[in-house]
Structures are given as structure tokens and as C-alpha cells.
């Protein structure tokens, strides 16, 4: 029922930061349990960052430290702040957003795609060296 659009990707360098924003229409966020996934080439999408409905999140390994999500529910918008940015960072980034999940979640359930009702289009992240 929700409608996503993500937007903010483009190209940056070692180093610099990027804001990922992922726009939601329908049902609003705070219904929806949301994730971010990334997809390289040549590679299977992965799980990055996820937040559920209590405002918890999670996140893979390789961008603790580095990357932040967030909702802002006024605007109805997910948010991934992305910095010190590497080029294994390249990826088509997708949102996604599920309401099968419990006010608390957990990282087994978001970090699995078949979690995930509705995916936006995705955004392009390049990062050079």
C-alpha cells in the first residue's frame, strides 16, 4: 500500500558524506518497520541499516560507525546518513518498508529481504578513490 522513492544518491570521494533520503506515500512510516539494502555489481543485495517502528535500529557490520538512520515523521521520510565513505560503498541503494512486523523488532527479521513488503527504485552512490 505504501509508495517509496528514494533520492540523494550521486558521486563523492574517499572520505566525504552522502544523505540518503527514501519518501514515502500511503501508509505513513510510523506503521512500517524500514530498511535500506544496497546491491553492487556483480553482487547479491545486502542488508546496510534498518529501523523499526520504536525507533531501534540496526546495522550491518560493515557500516557500523559510519552510517545513521533515521525517520523524520513530519515529512514522512526515512533518512541514511552516509560518511567516511568507501569505494566498496558503491551500490544501487534501495528502501524498503514492511508493516509485518512488531513495534520491536529484530535484526533477523529486518535484515531479510522477504521481510520487505514494497522497495522503492533505488538511488546510484559512486564513491571514487
Known amino acids: 500500500q505504501v509508495q517509496l522513492v528514494e533520492s540523494g544518491g550521486g558521486l563523492v570521494q574517499a572520505g566525504g558524506s552522502l544523505r540518503l533520503s527514501c519518501a514515502a506515500s500511503g501508509r505513513t512510516l510510523r506503521d512500517n518497520a524500514m530498511g535500506w539494502f544496497r546491491q553492487a555489481p556483480g553482487k547479491e543485495r545486502e542488508f546496510v541499516a534498518a529501523i523499526d517502528r520504536s525507533g531501534g535500529t540496526f546495522y550491518a557490520d560493515s557500516v557500523k560507525d559510519r552510517f545513521i538512520i533515521s525517520r523524520d515523521k513530519a515529512k514522512n521520510t526515512m533518512v541514511l546518513e552516509m560518511n567516511s565513505l568507501k569505494p566498496d560503498d558503491t551500490a544501487v541503494y534501495y528502501c524498503?518498508?514492511?508493516?509485518?512486523?512488531?513495534?520491536?523488532?529484530?535484526?533477523?527479521?529486518?535484515?531479510?529481504?522477504?521481510?520487505?513488503?514494497?522497495w522503492g527504485q533505488g538511488t546510484q552512490v559512486t564513491v571514487s578513490s
Open positions: 524498503g518498508a514492511t508493516p509485518r512486523t512488531a513495534y520491536y523488532a529484530t535484526l533477523r527479521y529486518l535484515a531479510a529481504q522477504s521481510s520487505y513488503d514494497t
